[in-house]
């Protein structure tokens, strides 16, 4: 079942939103966590695990923070 993105998913979410080529090393250091714990949030969204669905919106577009991501 889905899950509610938590803050630093958000802020993830957020980061790769405003640029979408951002490394998981400086998504790390910008949401103070380890670089491994975001390439592992990214991997089981990719893979339909975690939270549902993440739609990332144009520049200039409100971010849908109730949205999920994947499937």
Do not use: N, Y
């Amino acid at each position: 079942m889905p899950k509610d993105l938590d803050p630093v998913d958000r802020e993830i979410v957020r980061l790769v939103s405003a640029q979408g080529r951002i490394s998981h090393e400086e998504i790390a250091r910008r949401v103070h966590v380890s670089r491994p714990a975001v390439h592992e949030r990214v991997k089981q969204w990719a893979a339909g695990e975690g939270a549902g669905r993440v739609a990332c919106p144009l520049p200039g577009d409100p971010l849908p923070f109730a949205a999920t991501w994947g499937a």
